[in-house]
């Protein structure tokens, strides 16, 4: 059983460097990690096409990249590590990606990279910045991959891979109260950007943050983690609105019906 790391916030983050401690004494498993060199936060699938990735060693056998998230895990699985991993697990990260942040996050976008590859994959956040009861969310996580374990061994093997994503409320381990299966809830828009004038004289922007939970009703992980549950959302990537094809459908016939009408005055 082989088991690729990664992460958003870097190899030196004390969120993979738990995680990895937490899954590589597991029986029978092997661990990899291949990560960012530095913080990628929100760079959710981005790969890097324009420029070219390098890939070091870190003195704890830790592998990093000058890249983004989607990048270690696709040039990992595409020849760097000669081998198919049976798990792509991704985090811990430092702070949550619920709702709407799951587009954005370079987290969730380091373990869809390996979904993409046919290769079941989690994504692991703790839901509040700053690393407090860090030890228990990676308690957690390896006994979610405990239980997972059979259903990636040779002969049980699914067909299908799955994607999960995962928060962790940051409480002690005792006082979390298990896992719930949970629906992204909603943010409200983020709030506003942030100018500022730099030393030369010229006005710079910084994106404001997150906006606070809009959908946090129960049933959504929003609602698991504050009633202290760590909260299981399994993601899809098909973007597509199903219930509105047929709304769509009309307009695309009407433009199919009058080709050369763009409402400009022919000649
Ligand atoms: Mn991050």
């Known amino acids: 059983m082989k088991i690729l790391i990664s992460n958003d916030d870097g190899y030196q983050a004390p969120g993979i460097v738990a995680l990895y401690e937490a899954l590589r004494d597991l029986s029978g498993v092997e661990v990899e990690v291949v990560a960012p060199e530095h913080n990628n936060s929100a760079k959710s699938n981005a790969l890097t096409l324009h420029s070219p ?30 081998y198919r991993p049976d798990l792509v697990v991704s985090g811990i990260n430092n702070g949550a990606n619920m709702g709407d942040d799951t587009i954005y996050s370079g987290t969730v976008g380091a373990a869809m990279e390996g979904y993409l590859f046919g290769i079941p994959a989690i994504a692991f956040s703790q839901t509040e910045k700053g690393w407090a009861h860090l030890d228990a969310a990676a308690s957690k996580a390896r006994q979610l991959v405990l239980q997972l374990l059979p259903s990636l061994s040779g002969t049980s093997r699914s067909h299908e891979p799955w994607l999960l994503n995962v928060n962790i409320p940051n409480r002690p381990v005792n006082d979390i109260q298990g896992f719930k299966v949970a ?45 202290g549950y760590a909260s299981i959302t399994p993601l899809q990537v098909d973007l597509t609105d199903h219930d ?12 199919s019906q009058h080709p050369t009408d763009t409402g400009r005055e022919s000649a």
């Open 183 to 227: 629906r992204l809830g909603r943010r409200h828009a983020a709030e506003q950007v942030i100018a500022q004038t730099n030393p030369r004289g010229e006005t710079m922007y910084w994106i404001g943050s997150a906006g606070p939970a809009k959908d946090d009703a129960e049933g959504t992980d929003f609602h698991a983690t504050a009633q």
């Open 53 to 82: 990735l390098y890939v070091h060693q870190s003195s704890n056998g830790f592998r990093y990249v000058n890249g983004t998230p989607a990048d270690c895990v696709h040039i990992a699985l595409t020849g760097l590590l000669g």
């Open 244 to 255: 509105r094809l047929p709304y769509w459908a009309p307009v695309a016939a009407q433009l």
